[in-house]
Structures are given as C-alpha cells and as structure tokens.
C-alpha cells in the first residue's frame, strides 16, 4: 500500500470547483442549525469507508481557511486516521485525555494552518465504549468550545459499533456521510433509525461521490477492527441470512476496500 508524503493541506487546493464545493457545504451546514449555535459537529456513517475522515478534514481545512479557529478531533479510537492525513504522529491524543486525564492543551497538534489544529486518537483501543463513557469526552467538547470556533469531530461508523453515539450525545450536531452510488437506502435507513431512536437529529446528509472528486486517493492500510454485531455487509452463510430476512434487516453495502472476513468481532 502506498503512503502519500504530502498532509492533505497541501493537496486540497483553494482555487478547485471541489474547494468551492466544501465551502458551500459548510455555509450549509452553518445554516442547518437553525436555532443554536453551530460549533461542535460530528461526522459520522452508516458503515465503514463512506469518506468521513476524508471529508472531516476537508471540511476542517475549509473553515480554516475561512478564517474560523478550527479543531479536529479523531475519535475513531479503532481506525483512526487522521493523523495520517495531516502527516502527525498517532500518539497522545484523545484515548489519553478520557482515559488518563491528560489535560487536552498538552495533546494538541498544530498543523501548517494557523488555524487549525488536530487532537489525533491517541492509543488504539479495542473498547472504546469503556474510553467514552463518562463525563469526560463532553468536557473536552466544552472545552474546545472555549477556544475554538468550529470543531468537527471524526467518528467510526454508526451501524457496526456504538461508539459514535457517546460523542454524539456531547455535539450540537450529527452529519451523516453516505458513499453515493454504493451504500444502499435501507442501511442508510437504519443508520438514522440508530441516531433517532438514541434522541439525536441530523444536521443534514454529504453524498460522498468517490468515483472523481477528489483531486487524489489516499490508500491507507486497515487494521483490524472490532464490532459490536456483525455488520450488514458481511457475508453470511446460509442460516444467518435465513434469520437476517426474516428479522428484515437490510442487505449490506457493497464496500469492497476491506475484507470483512478478515474482520473480528468484537469481545465483550
Ligand atoms: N470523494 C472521494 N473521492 C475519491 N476517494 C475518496 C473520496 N472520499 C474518500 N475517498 C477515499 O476512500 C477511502 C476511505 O475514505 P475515508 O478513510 O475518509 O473513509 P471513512 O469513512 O473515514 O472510513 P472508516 O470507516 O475506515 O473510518 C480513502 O482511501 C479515501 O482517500
Ligand atoms: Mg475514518
């Protein structure tokens, strides 16, 4: 697998019609929240590789740019990636912060933008449920509302593990990522029945067309990574699918970056 040496600061240029396209986004997104004050977004999906780390950080960069003091904070405590966007080290980060009280000031990486800055994941965990639940994570948010304007939050997806909801209980916002073309209605359903039923709304959808807009592909290598449940996309034999049609749970997307084969599930 290759590794791009560039952060995508550098390749997200200012003057493309994909770098008009993200500022439209977060106009919109800034507009979406009628009522209250827009500052803490997550960004999560319905399954894996829908493009959210990929779009946290363009949205980032973008109100950066824009002149908002920006925060990113990698909350995929199970496939983080950010820090391999933005060319950082993984280590210290927000497993850290929740779980050993590291004050967040010291963790903070600055990246070649003025304004925006990274909180990278920190420690892989394996069970980041017992990492996020407690007050922690919503002080850190309040925190970082103290000092930044925008602060968008990277997320694992929503179907196969529950991680996300812990941090979603803590934003002003739930932004939903669906790989345009791919991921099929029924999972995207089910995946806003999840956040619904949990009491949380959506700012609104990003259709992540993955077949040309990007001006680069960034090709990471996966680790493995726990689940809850056995997610909609895996292959099933013969007697779970029976089961699965009868309960009426949706067929899974059509993702084929991962082998979910290869994929355990997770411990409790
Ligand atoms: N709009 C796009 N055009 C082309 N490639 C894209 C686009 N968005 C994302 N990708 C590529 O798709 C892959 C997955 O993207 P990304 O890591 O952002 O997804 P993710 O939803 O965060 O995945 P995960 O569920 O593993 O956290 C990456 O290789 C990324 O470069
Ligand atoms: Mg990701």
Excluded: W
Excluded at 87 to 114: D, F
Aim: charged fraction near 30%; glycine fraction near 6%.
């Amino acid at each position: 697998m290759t590794r791009n040496a560039v952060s995508i600061i550098d390749y997200f240029s200012l003057e493309t019609a994909f770098a008009a396209e993200f500022r439209r986004l977060l106009y919109n997104l800034q507009h979406a929240a009628k009522e209250k004050e827009l500052k803490a977004v997550l960004i999560t999906s319905s399954m894996l590789s829908e493009g959210k780390s990929t779009i946290t950080s363009l949205l980032a960069v973008t109100a950066a740019r824009k002149g908002l003091k920006t925060i990113i904070i990698d909350s995929d405590l199970r496939r983080p990636v950010i820090h391999k966007l933005f060319k950082m080290e993984r280590q210290h980060g927000l497993h850290e912060i929740l779980s050993e009280e590291v004050p967040a000031k010291s963790v903070i990486k600055k990246t070649s933008l003025a304004n925006l800055d990274v909180i990278t994941a920190g420690k892989i965990s394996a069970h980041p449920a017992e990492v996020f639940n407690g007050p922690a994570i919503g002080r850190l948010v309040e925190e970082m509302k103290f000092y930044y304007d925008m602060i968008f939050i990277d997320s694992a997806p929503i179907i196969p593990v529950s991680d996300p909801l812990y941090v979603a209980n803590e934003v002003d916002g739930v932004v939903l990522v669906i790989k345009a073309g791919e991921t099929q209605r029924e999972v995207v359903q089910r995946a806003v029945d999840i956040l619904k039923s949990n009491g949380f709304g959506m700012l609104g959808v990003i259709l992540n067309n993955m077949t040309g807009s990007l001006p680069y592909y960034y090709d990471y290598s996966y680790y493995g990574y726990h689940y809850d449940q056995k997610p909609p996309g895996l292959k099933r034999d013969k007697k779970e699918k029976k089961a699965a049609d009868k309960s009426g749970k949706p067929p899974g997307n059509k993702d084929k970056d991962i082998d979910r084969d290869k994929i355990p599930s997770e411990e409790k």
